[in-house]
C-alpha cells in the first residue's frame, strides 16, 4: 500500500511523484501526465477542466487497478495519482509513474493502467470553455448524487 492519497485536490507534485515510483528500482521511470489542453478540436478554447467524482467508490477502483497492475508486473513499481476539482490549462490532472528494469513493462503496465481508469473509475471530466459554455468529457452526462438515507 503507498503512503500517498491516489485523489487530491492539490496541485500534483510531479518531481515528488517521480522520486516515489524509482524508490528502490533501477533501470527506466516512465512518467505519464495526463495535461489539460487549450485546445478542444475546434470547438472552443478550453479554460480549465473540473473533475467531479465518488471518492470512496473511485479510490476502491483506482486501488483495485493499481493492485491487479502490481500483481501482473511484480518487477514494476507503480504510483498512480488523480486531480480532481478545477484544473487550469498546462496543468496535470493525472500522473502515472511506473519503473521497472525493463522499458517494454513500463510501457505494458502504464497502458494497462490508463485503460483501465478510463474504463470506469468514477471520475467525471468537464470542459469549461473560454466563452462561458461547458460540455462534459465522452458525452457523459452530469453524474447524479444518489438520493440521502434517511
Given at each position: 500500500?503507498?503512503?500517498?492519497?491516489?485523489?487530491?485536490?492539490?496541485?500534483?507534485?510531479?518531481?515528488?511523484?517521480?522520486?516515489?515510483?524509482?524508490?528502490?528500482?533501477?533501470?527506466?521511470?516512465?512518467?505519464?501526465?495526463?495535461?489539460?489542453?487549450?485546445?478542444?478540436?475546434?470547438?472552443?478554447?478550453?479554460?480549465?477542466?473540473?473533475?467531479?467524482?465518488?471518492?470512496?467508490?473511485?479510490?476502491?477502483?483506482?486501488?483495485?487497478?493499481?493492485?491487479?497492475?502490481?500483481?501482473?508486473w511484480p518487477n514494476a513499481r507503480v504510483i498512480l495519482q488523480h486531480r480532481t476539482g478545477r484544473i487550469p490549462v498546462g496543468e496535470p490532472s493525472s500522473f502515472i509513474g511506473v519503473s521497472s528494469t525493463n522499458f517494454k513493462e513500463s510501457f505494458e503496465v502504464c497502458r494497462y493502467v490508463i485503460e483501465q481508469i478510463d474504463s470506469g473509475v468514477p471520475i467525471w471530466k468537464k470542459i469549461i470553455y473560454r466563452d462561458g459554455h461547458s460540455a462534459w468529457a465522452d458525452n457523459r452526462p452530469k453524474p447524479q448524487r444518489p438520493p440521502a438515507r434517511v
Open positions: 500500500m503507498e503512503n500517498h492519497p491516489i485523489l487530491t485536490t492539490q496541485p500534483l507534485d510531479i518531481p515528488a511523484l517521480e522520486k516515489m515510483a524509482l524508490e528502490g528500482h533501477a533501470g527506466c521511470l516512465l512518467s505519464f501526465q495526463n495535461l489539460t489542453r487549450g485546445d478542444d478540436g475546434g470547438q472552443g478554447t478550453i479554460d480549465h477542466y473540473e473533475f467531479e467524482t465518488y471518492d470512496a467508490p473511485a479510490q476502491k477502483e483506482l486501488s483495485k487497478i493499481l493492485e491487479t497492475a502490481r500483481c501482473l
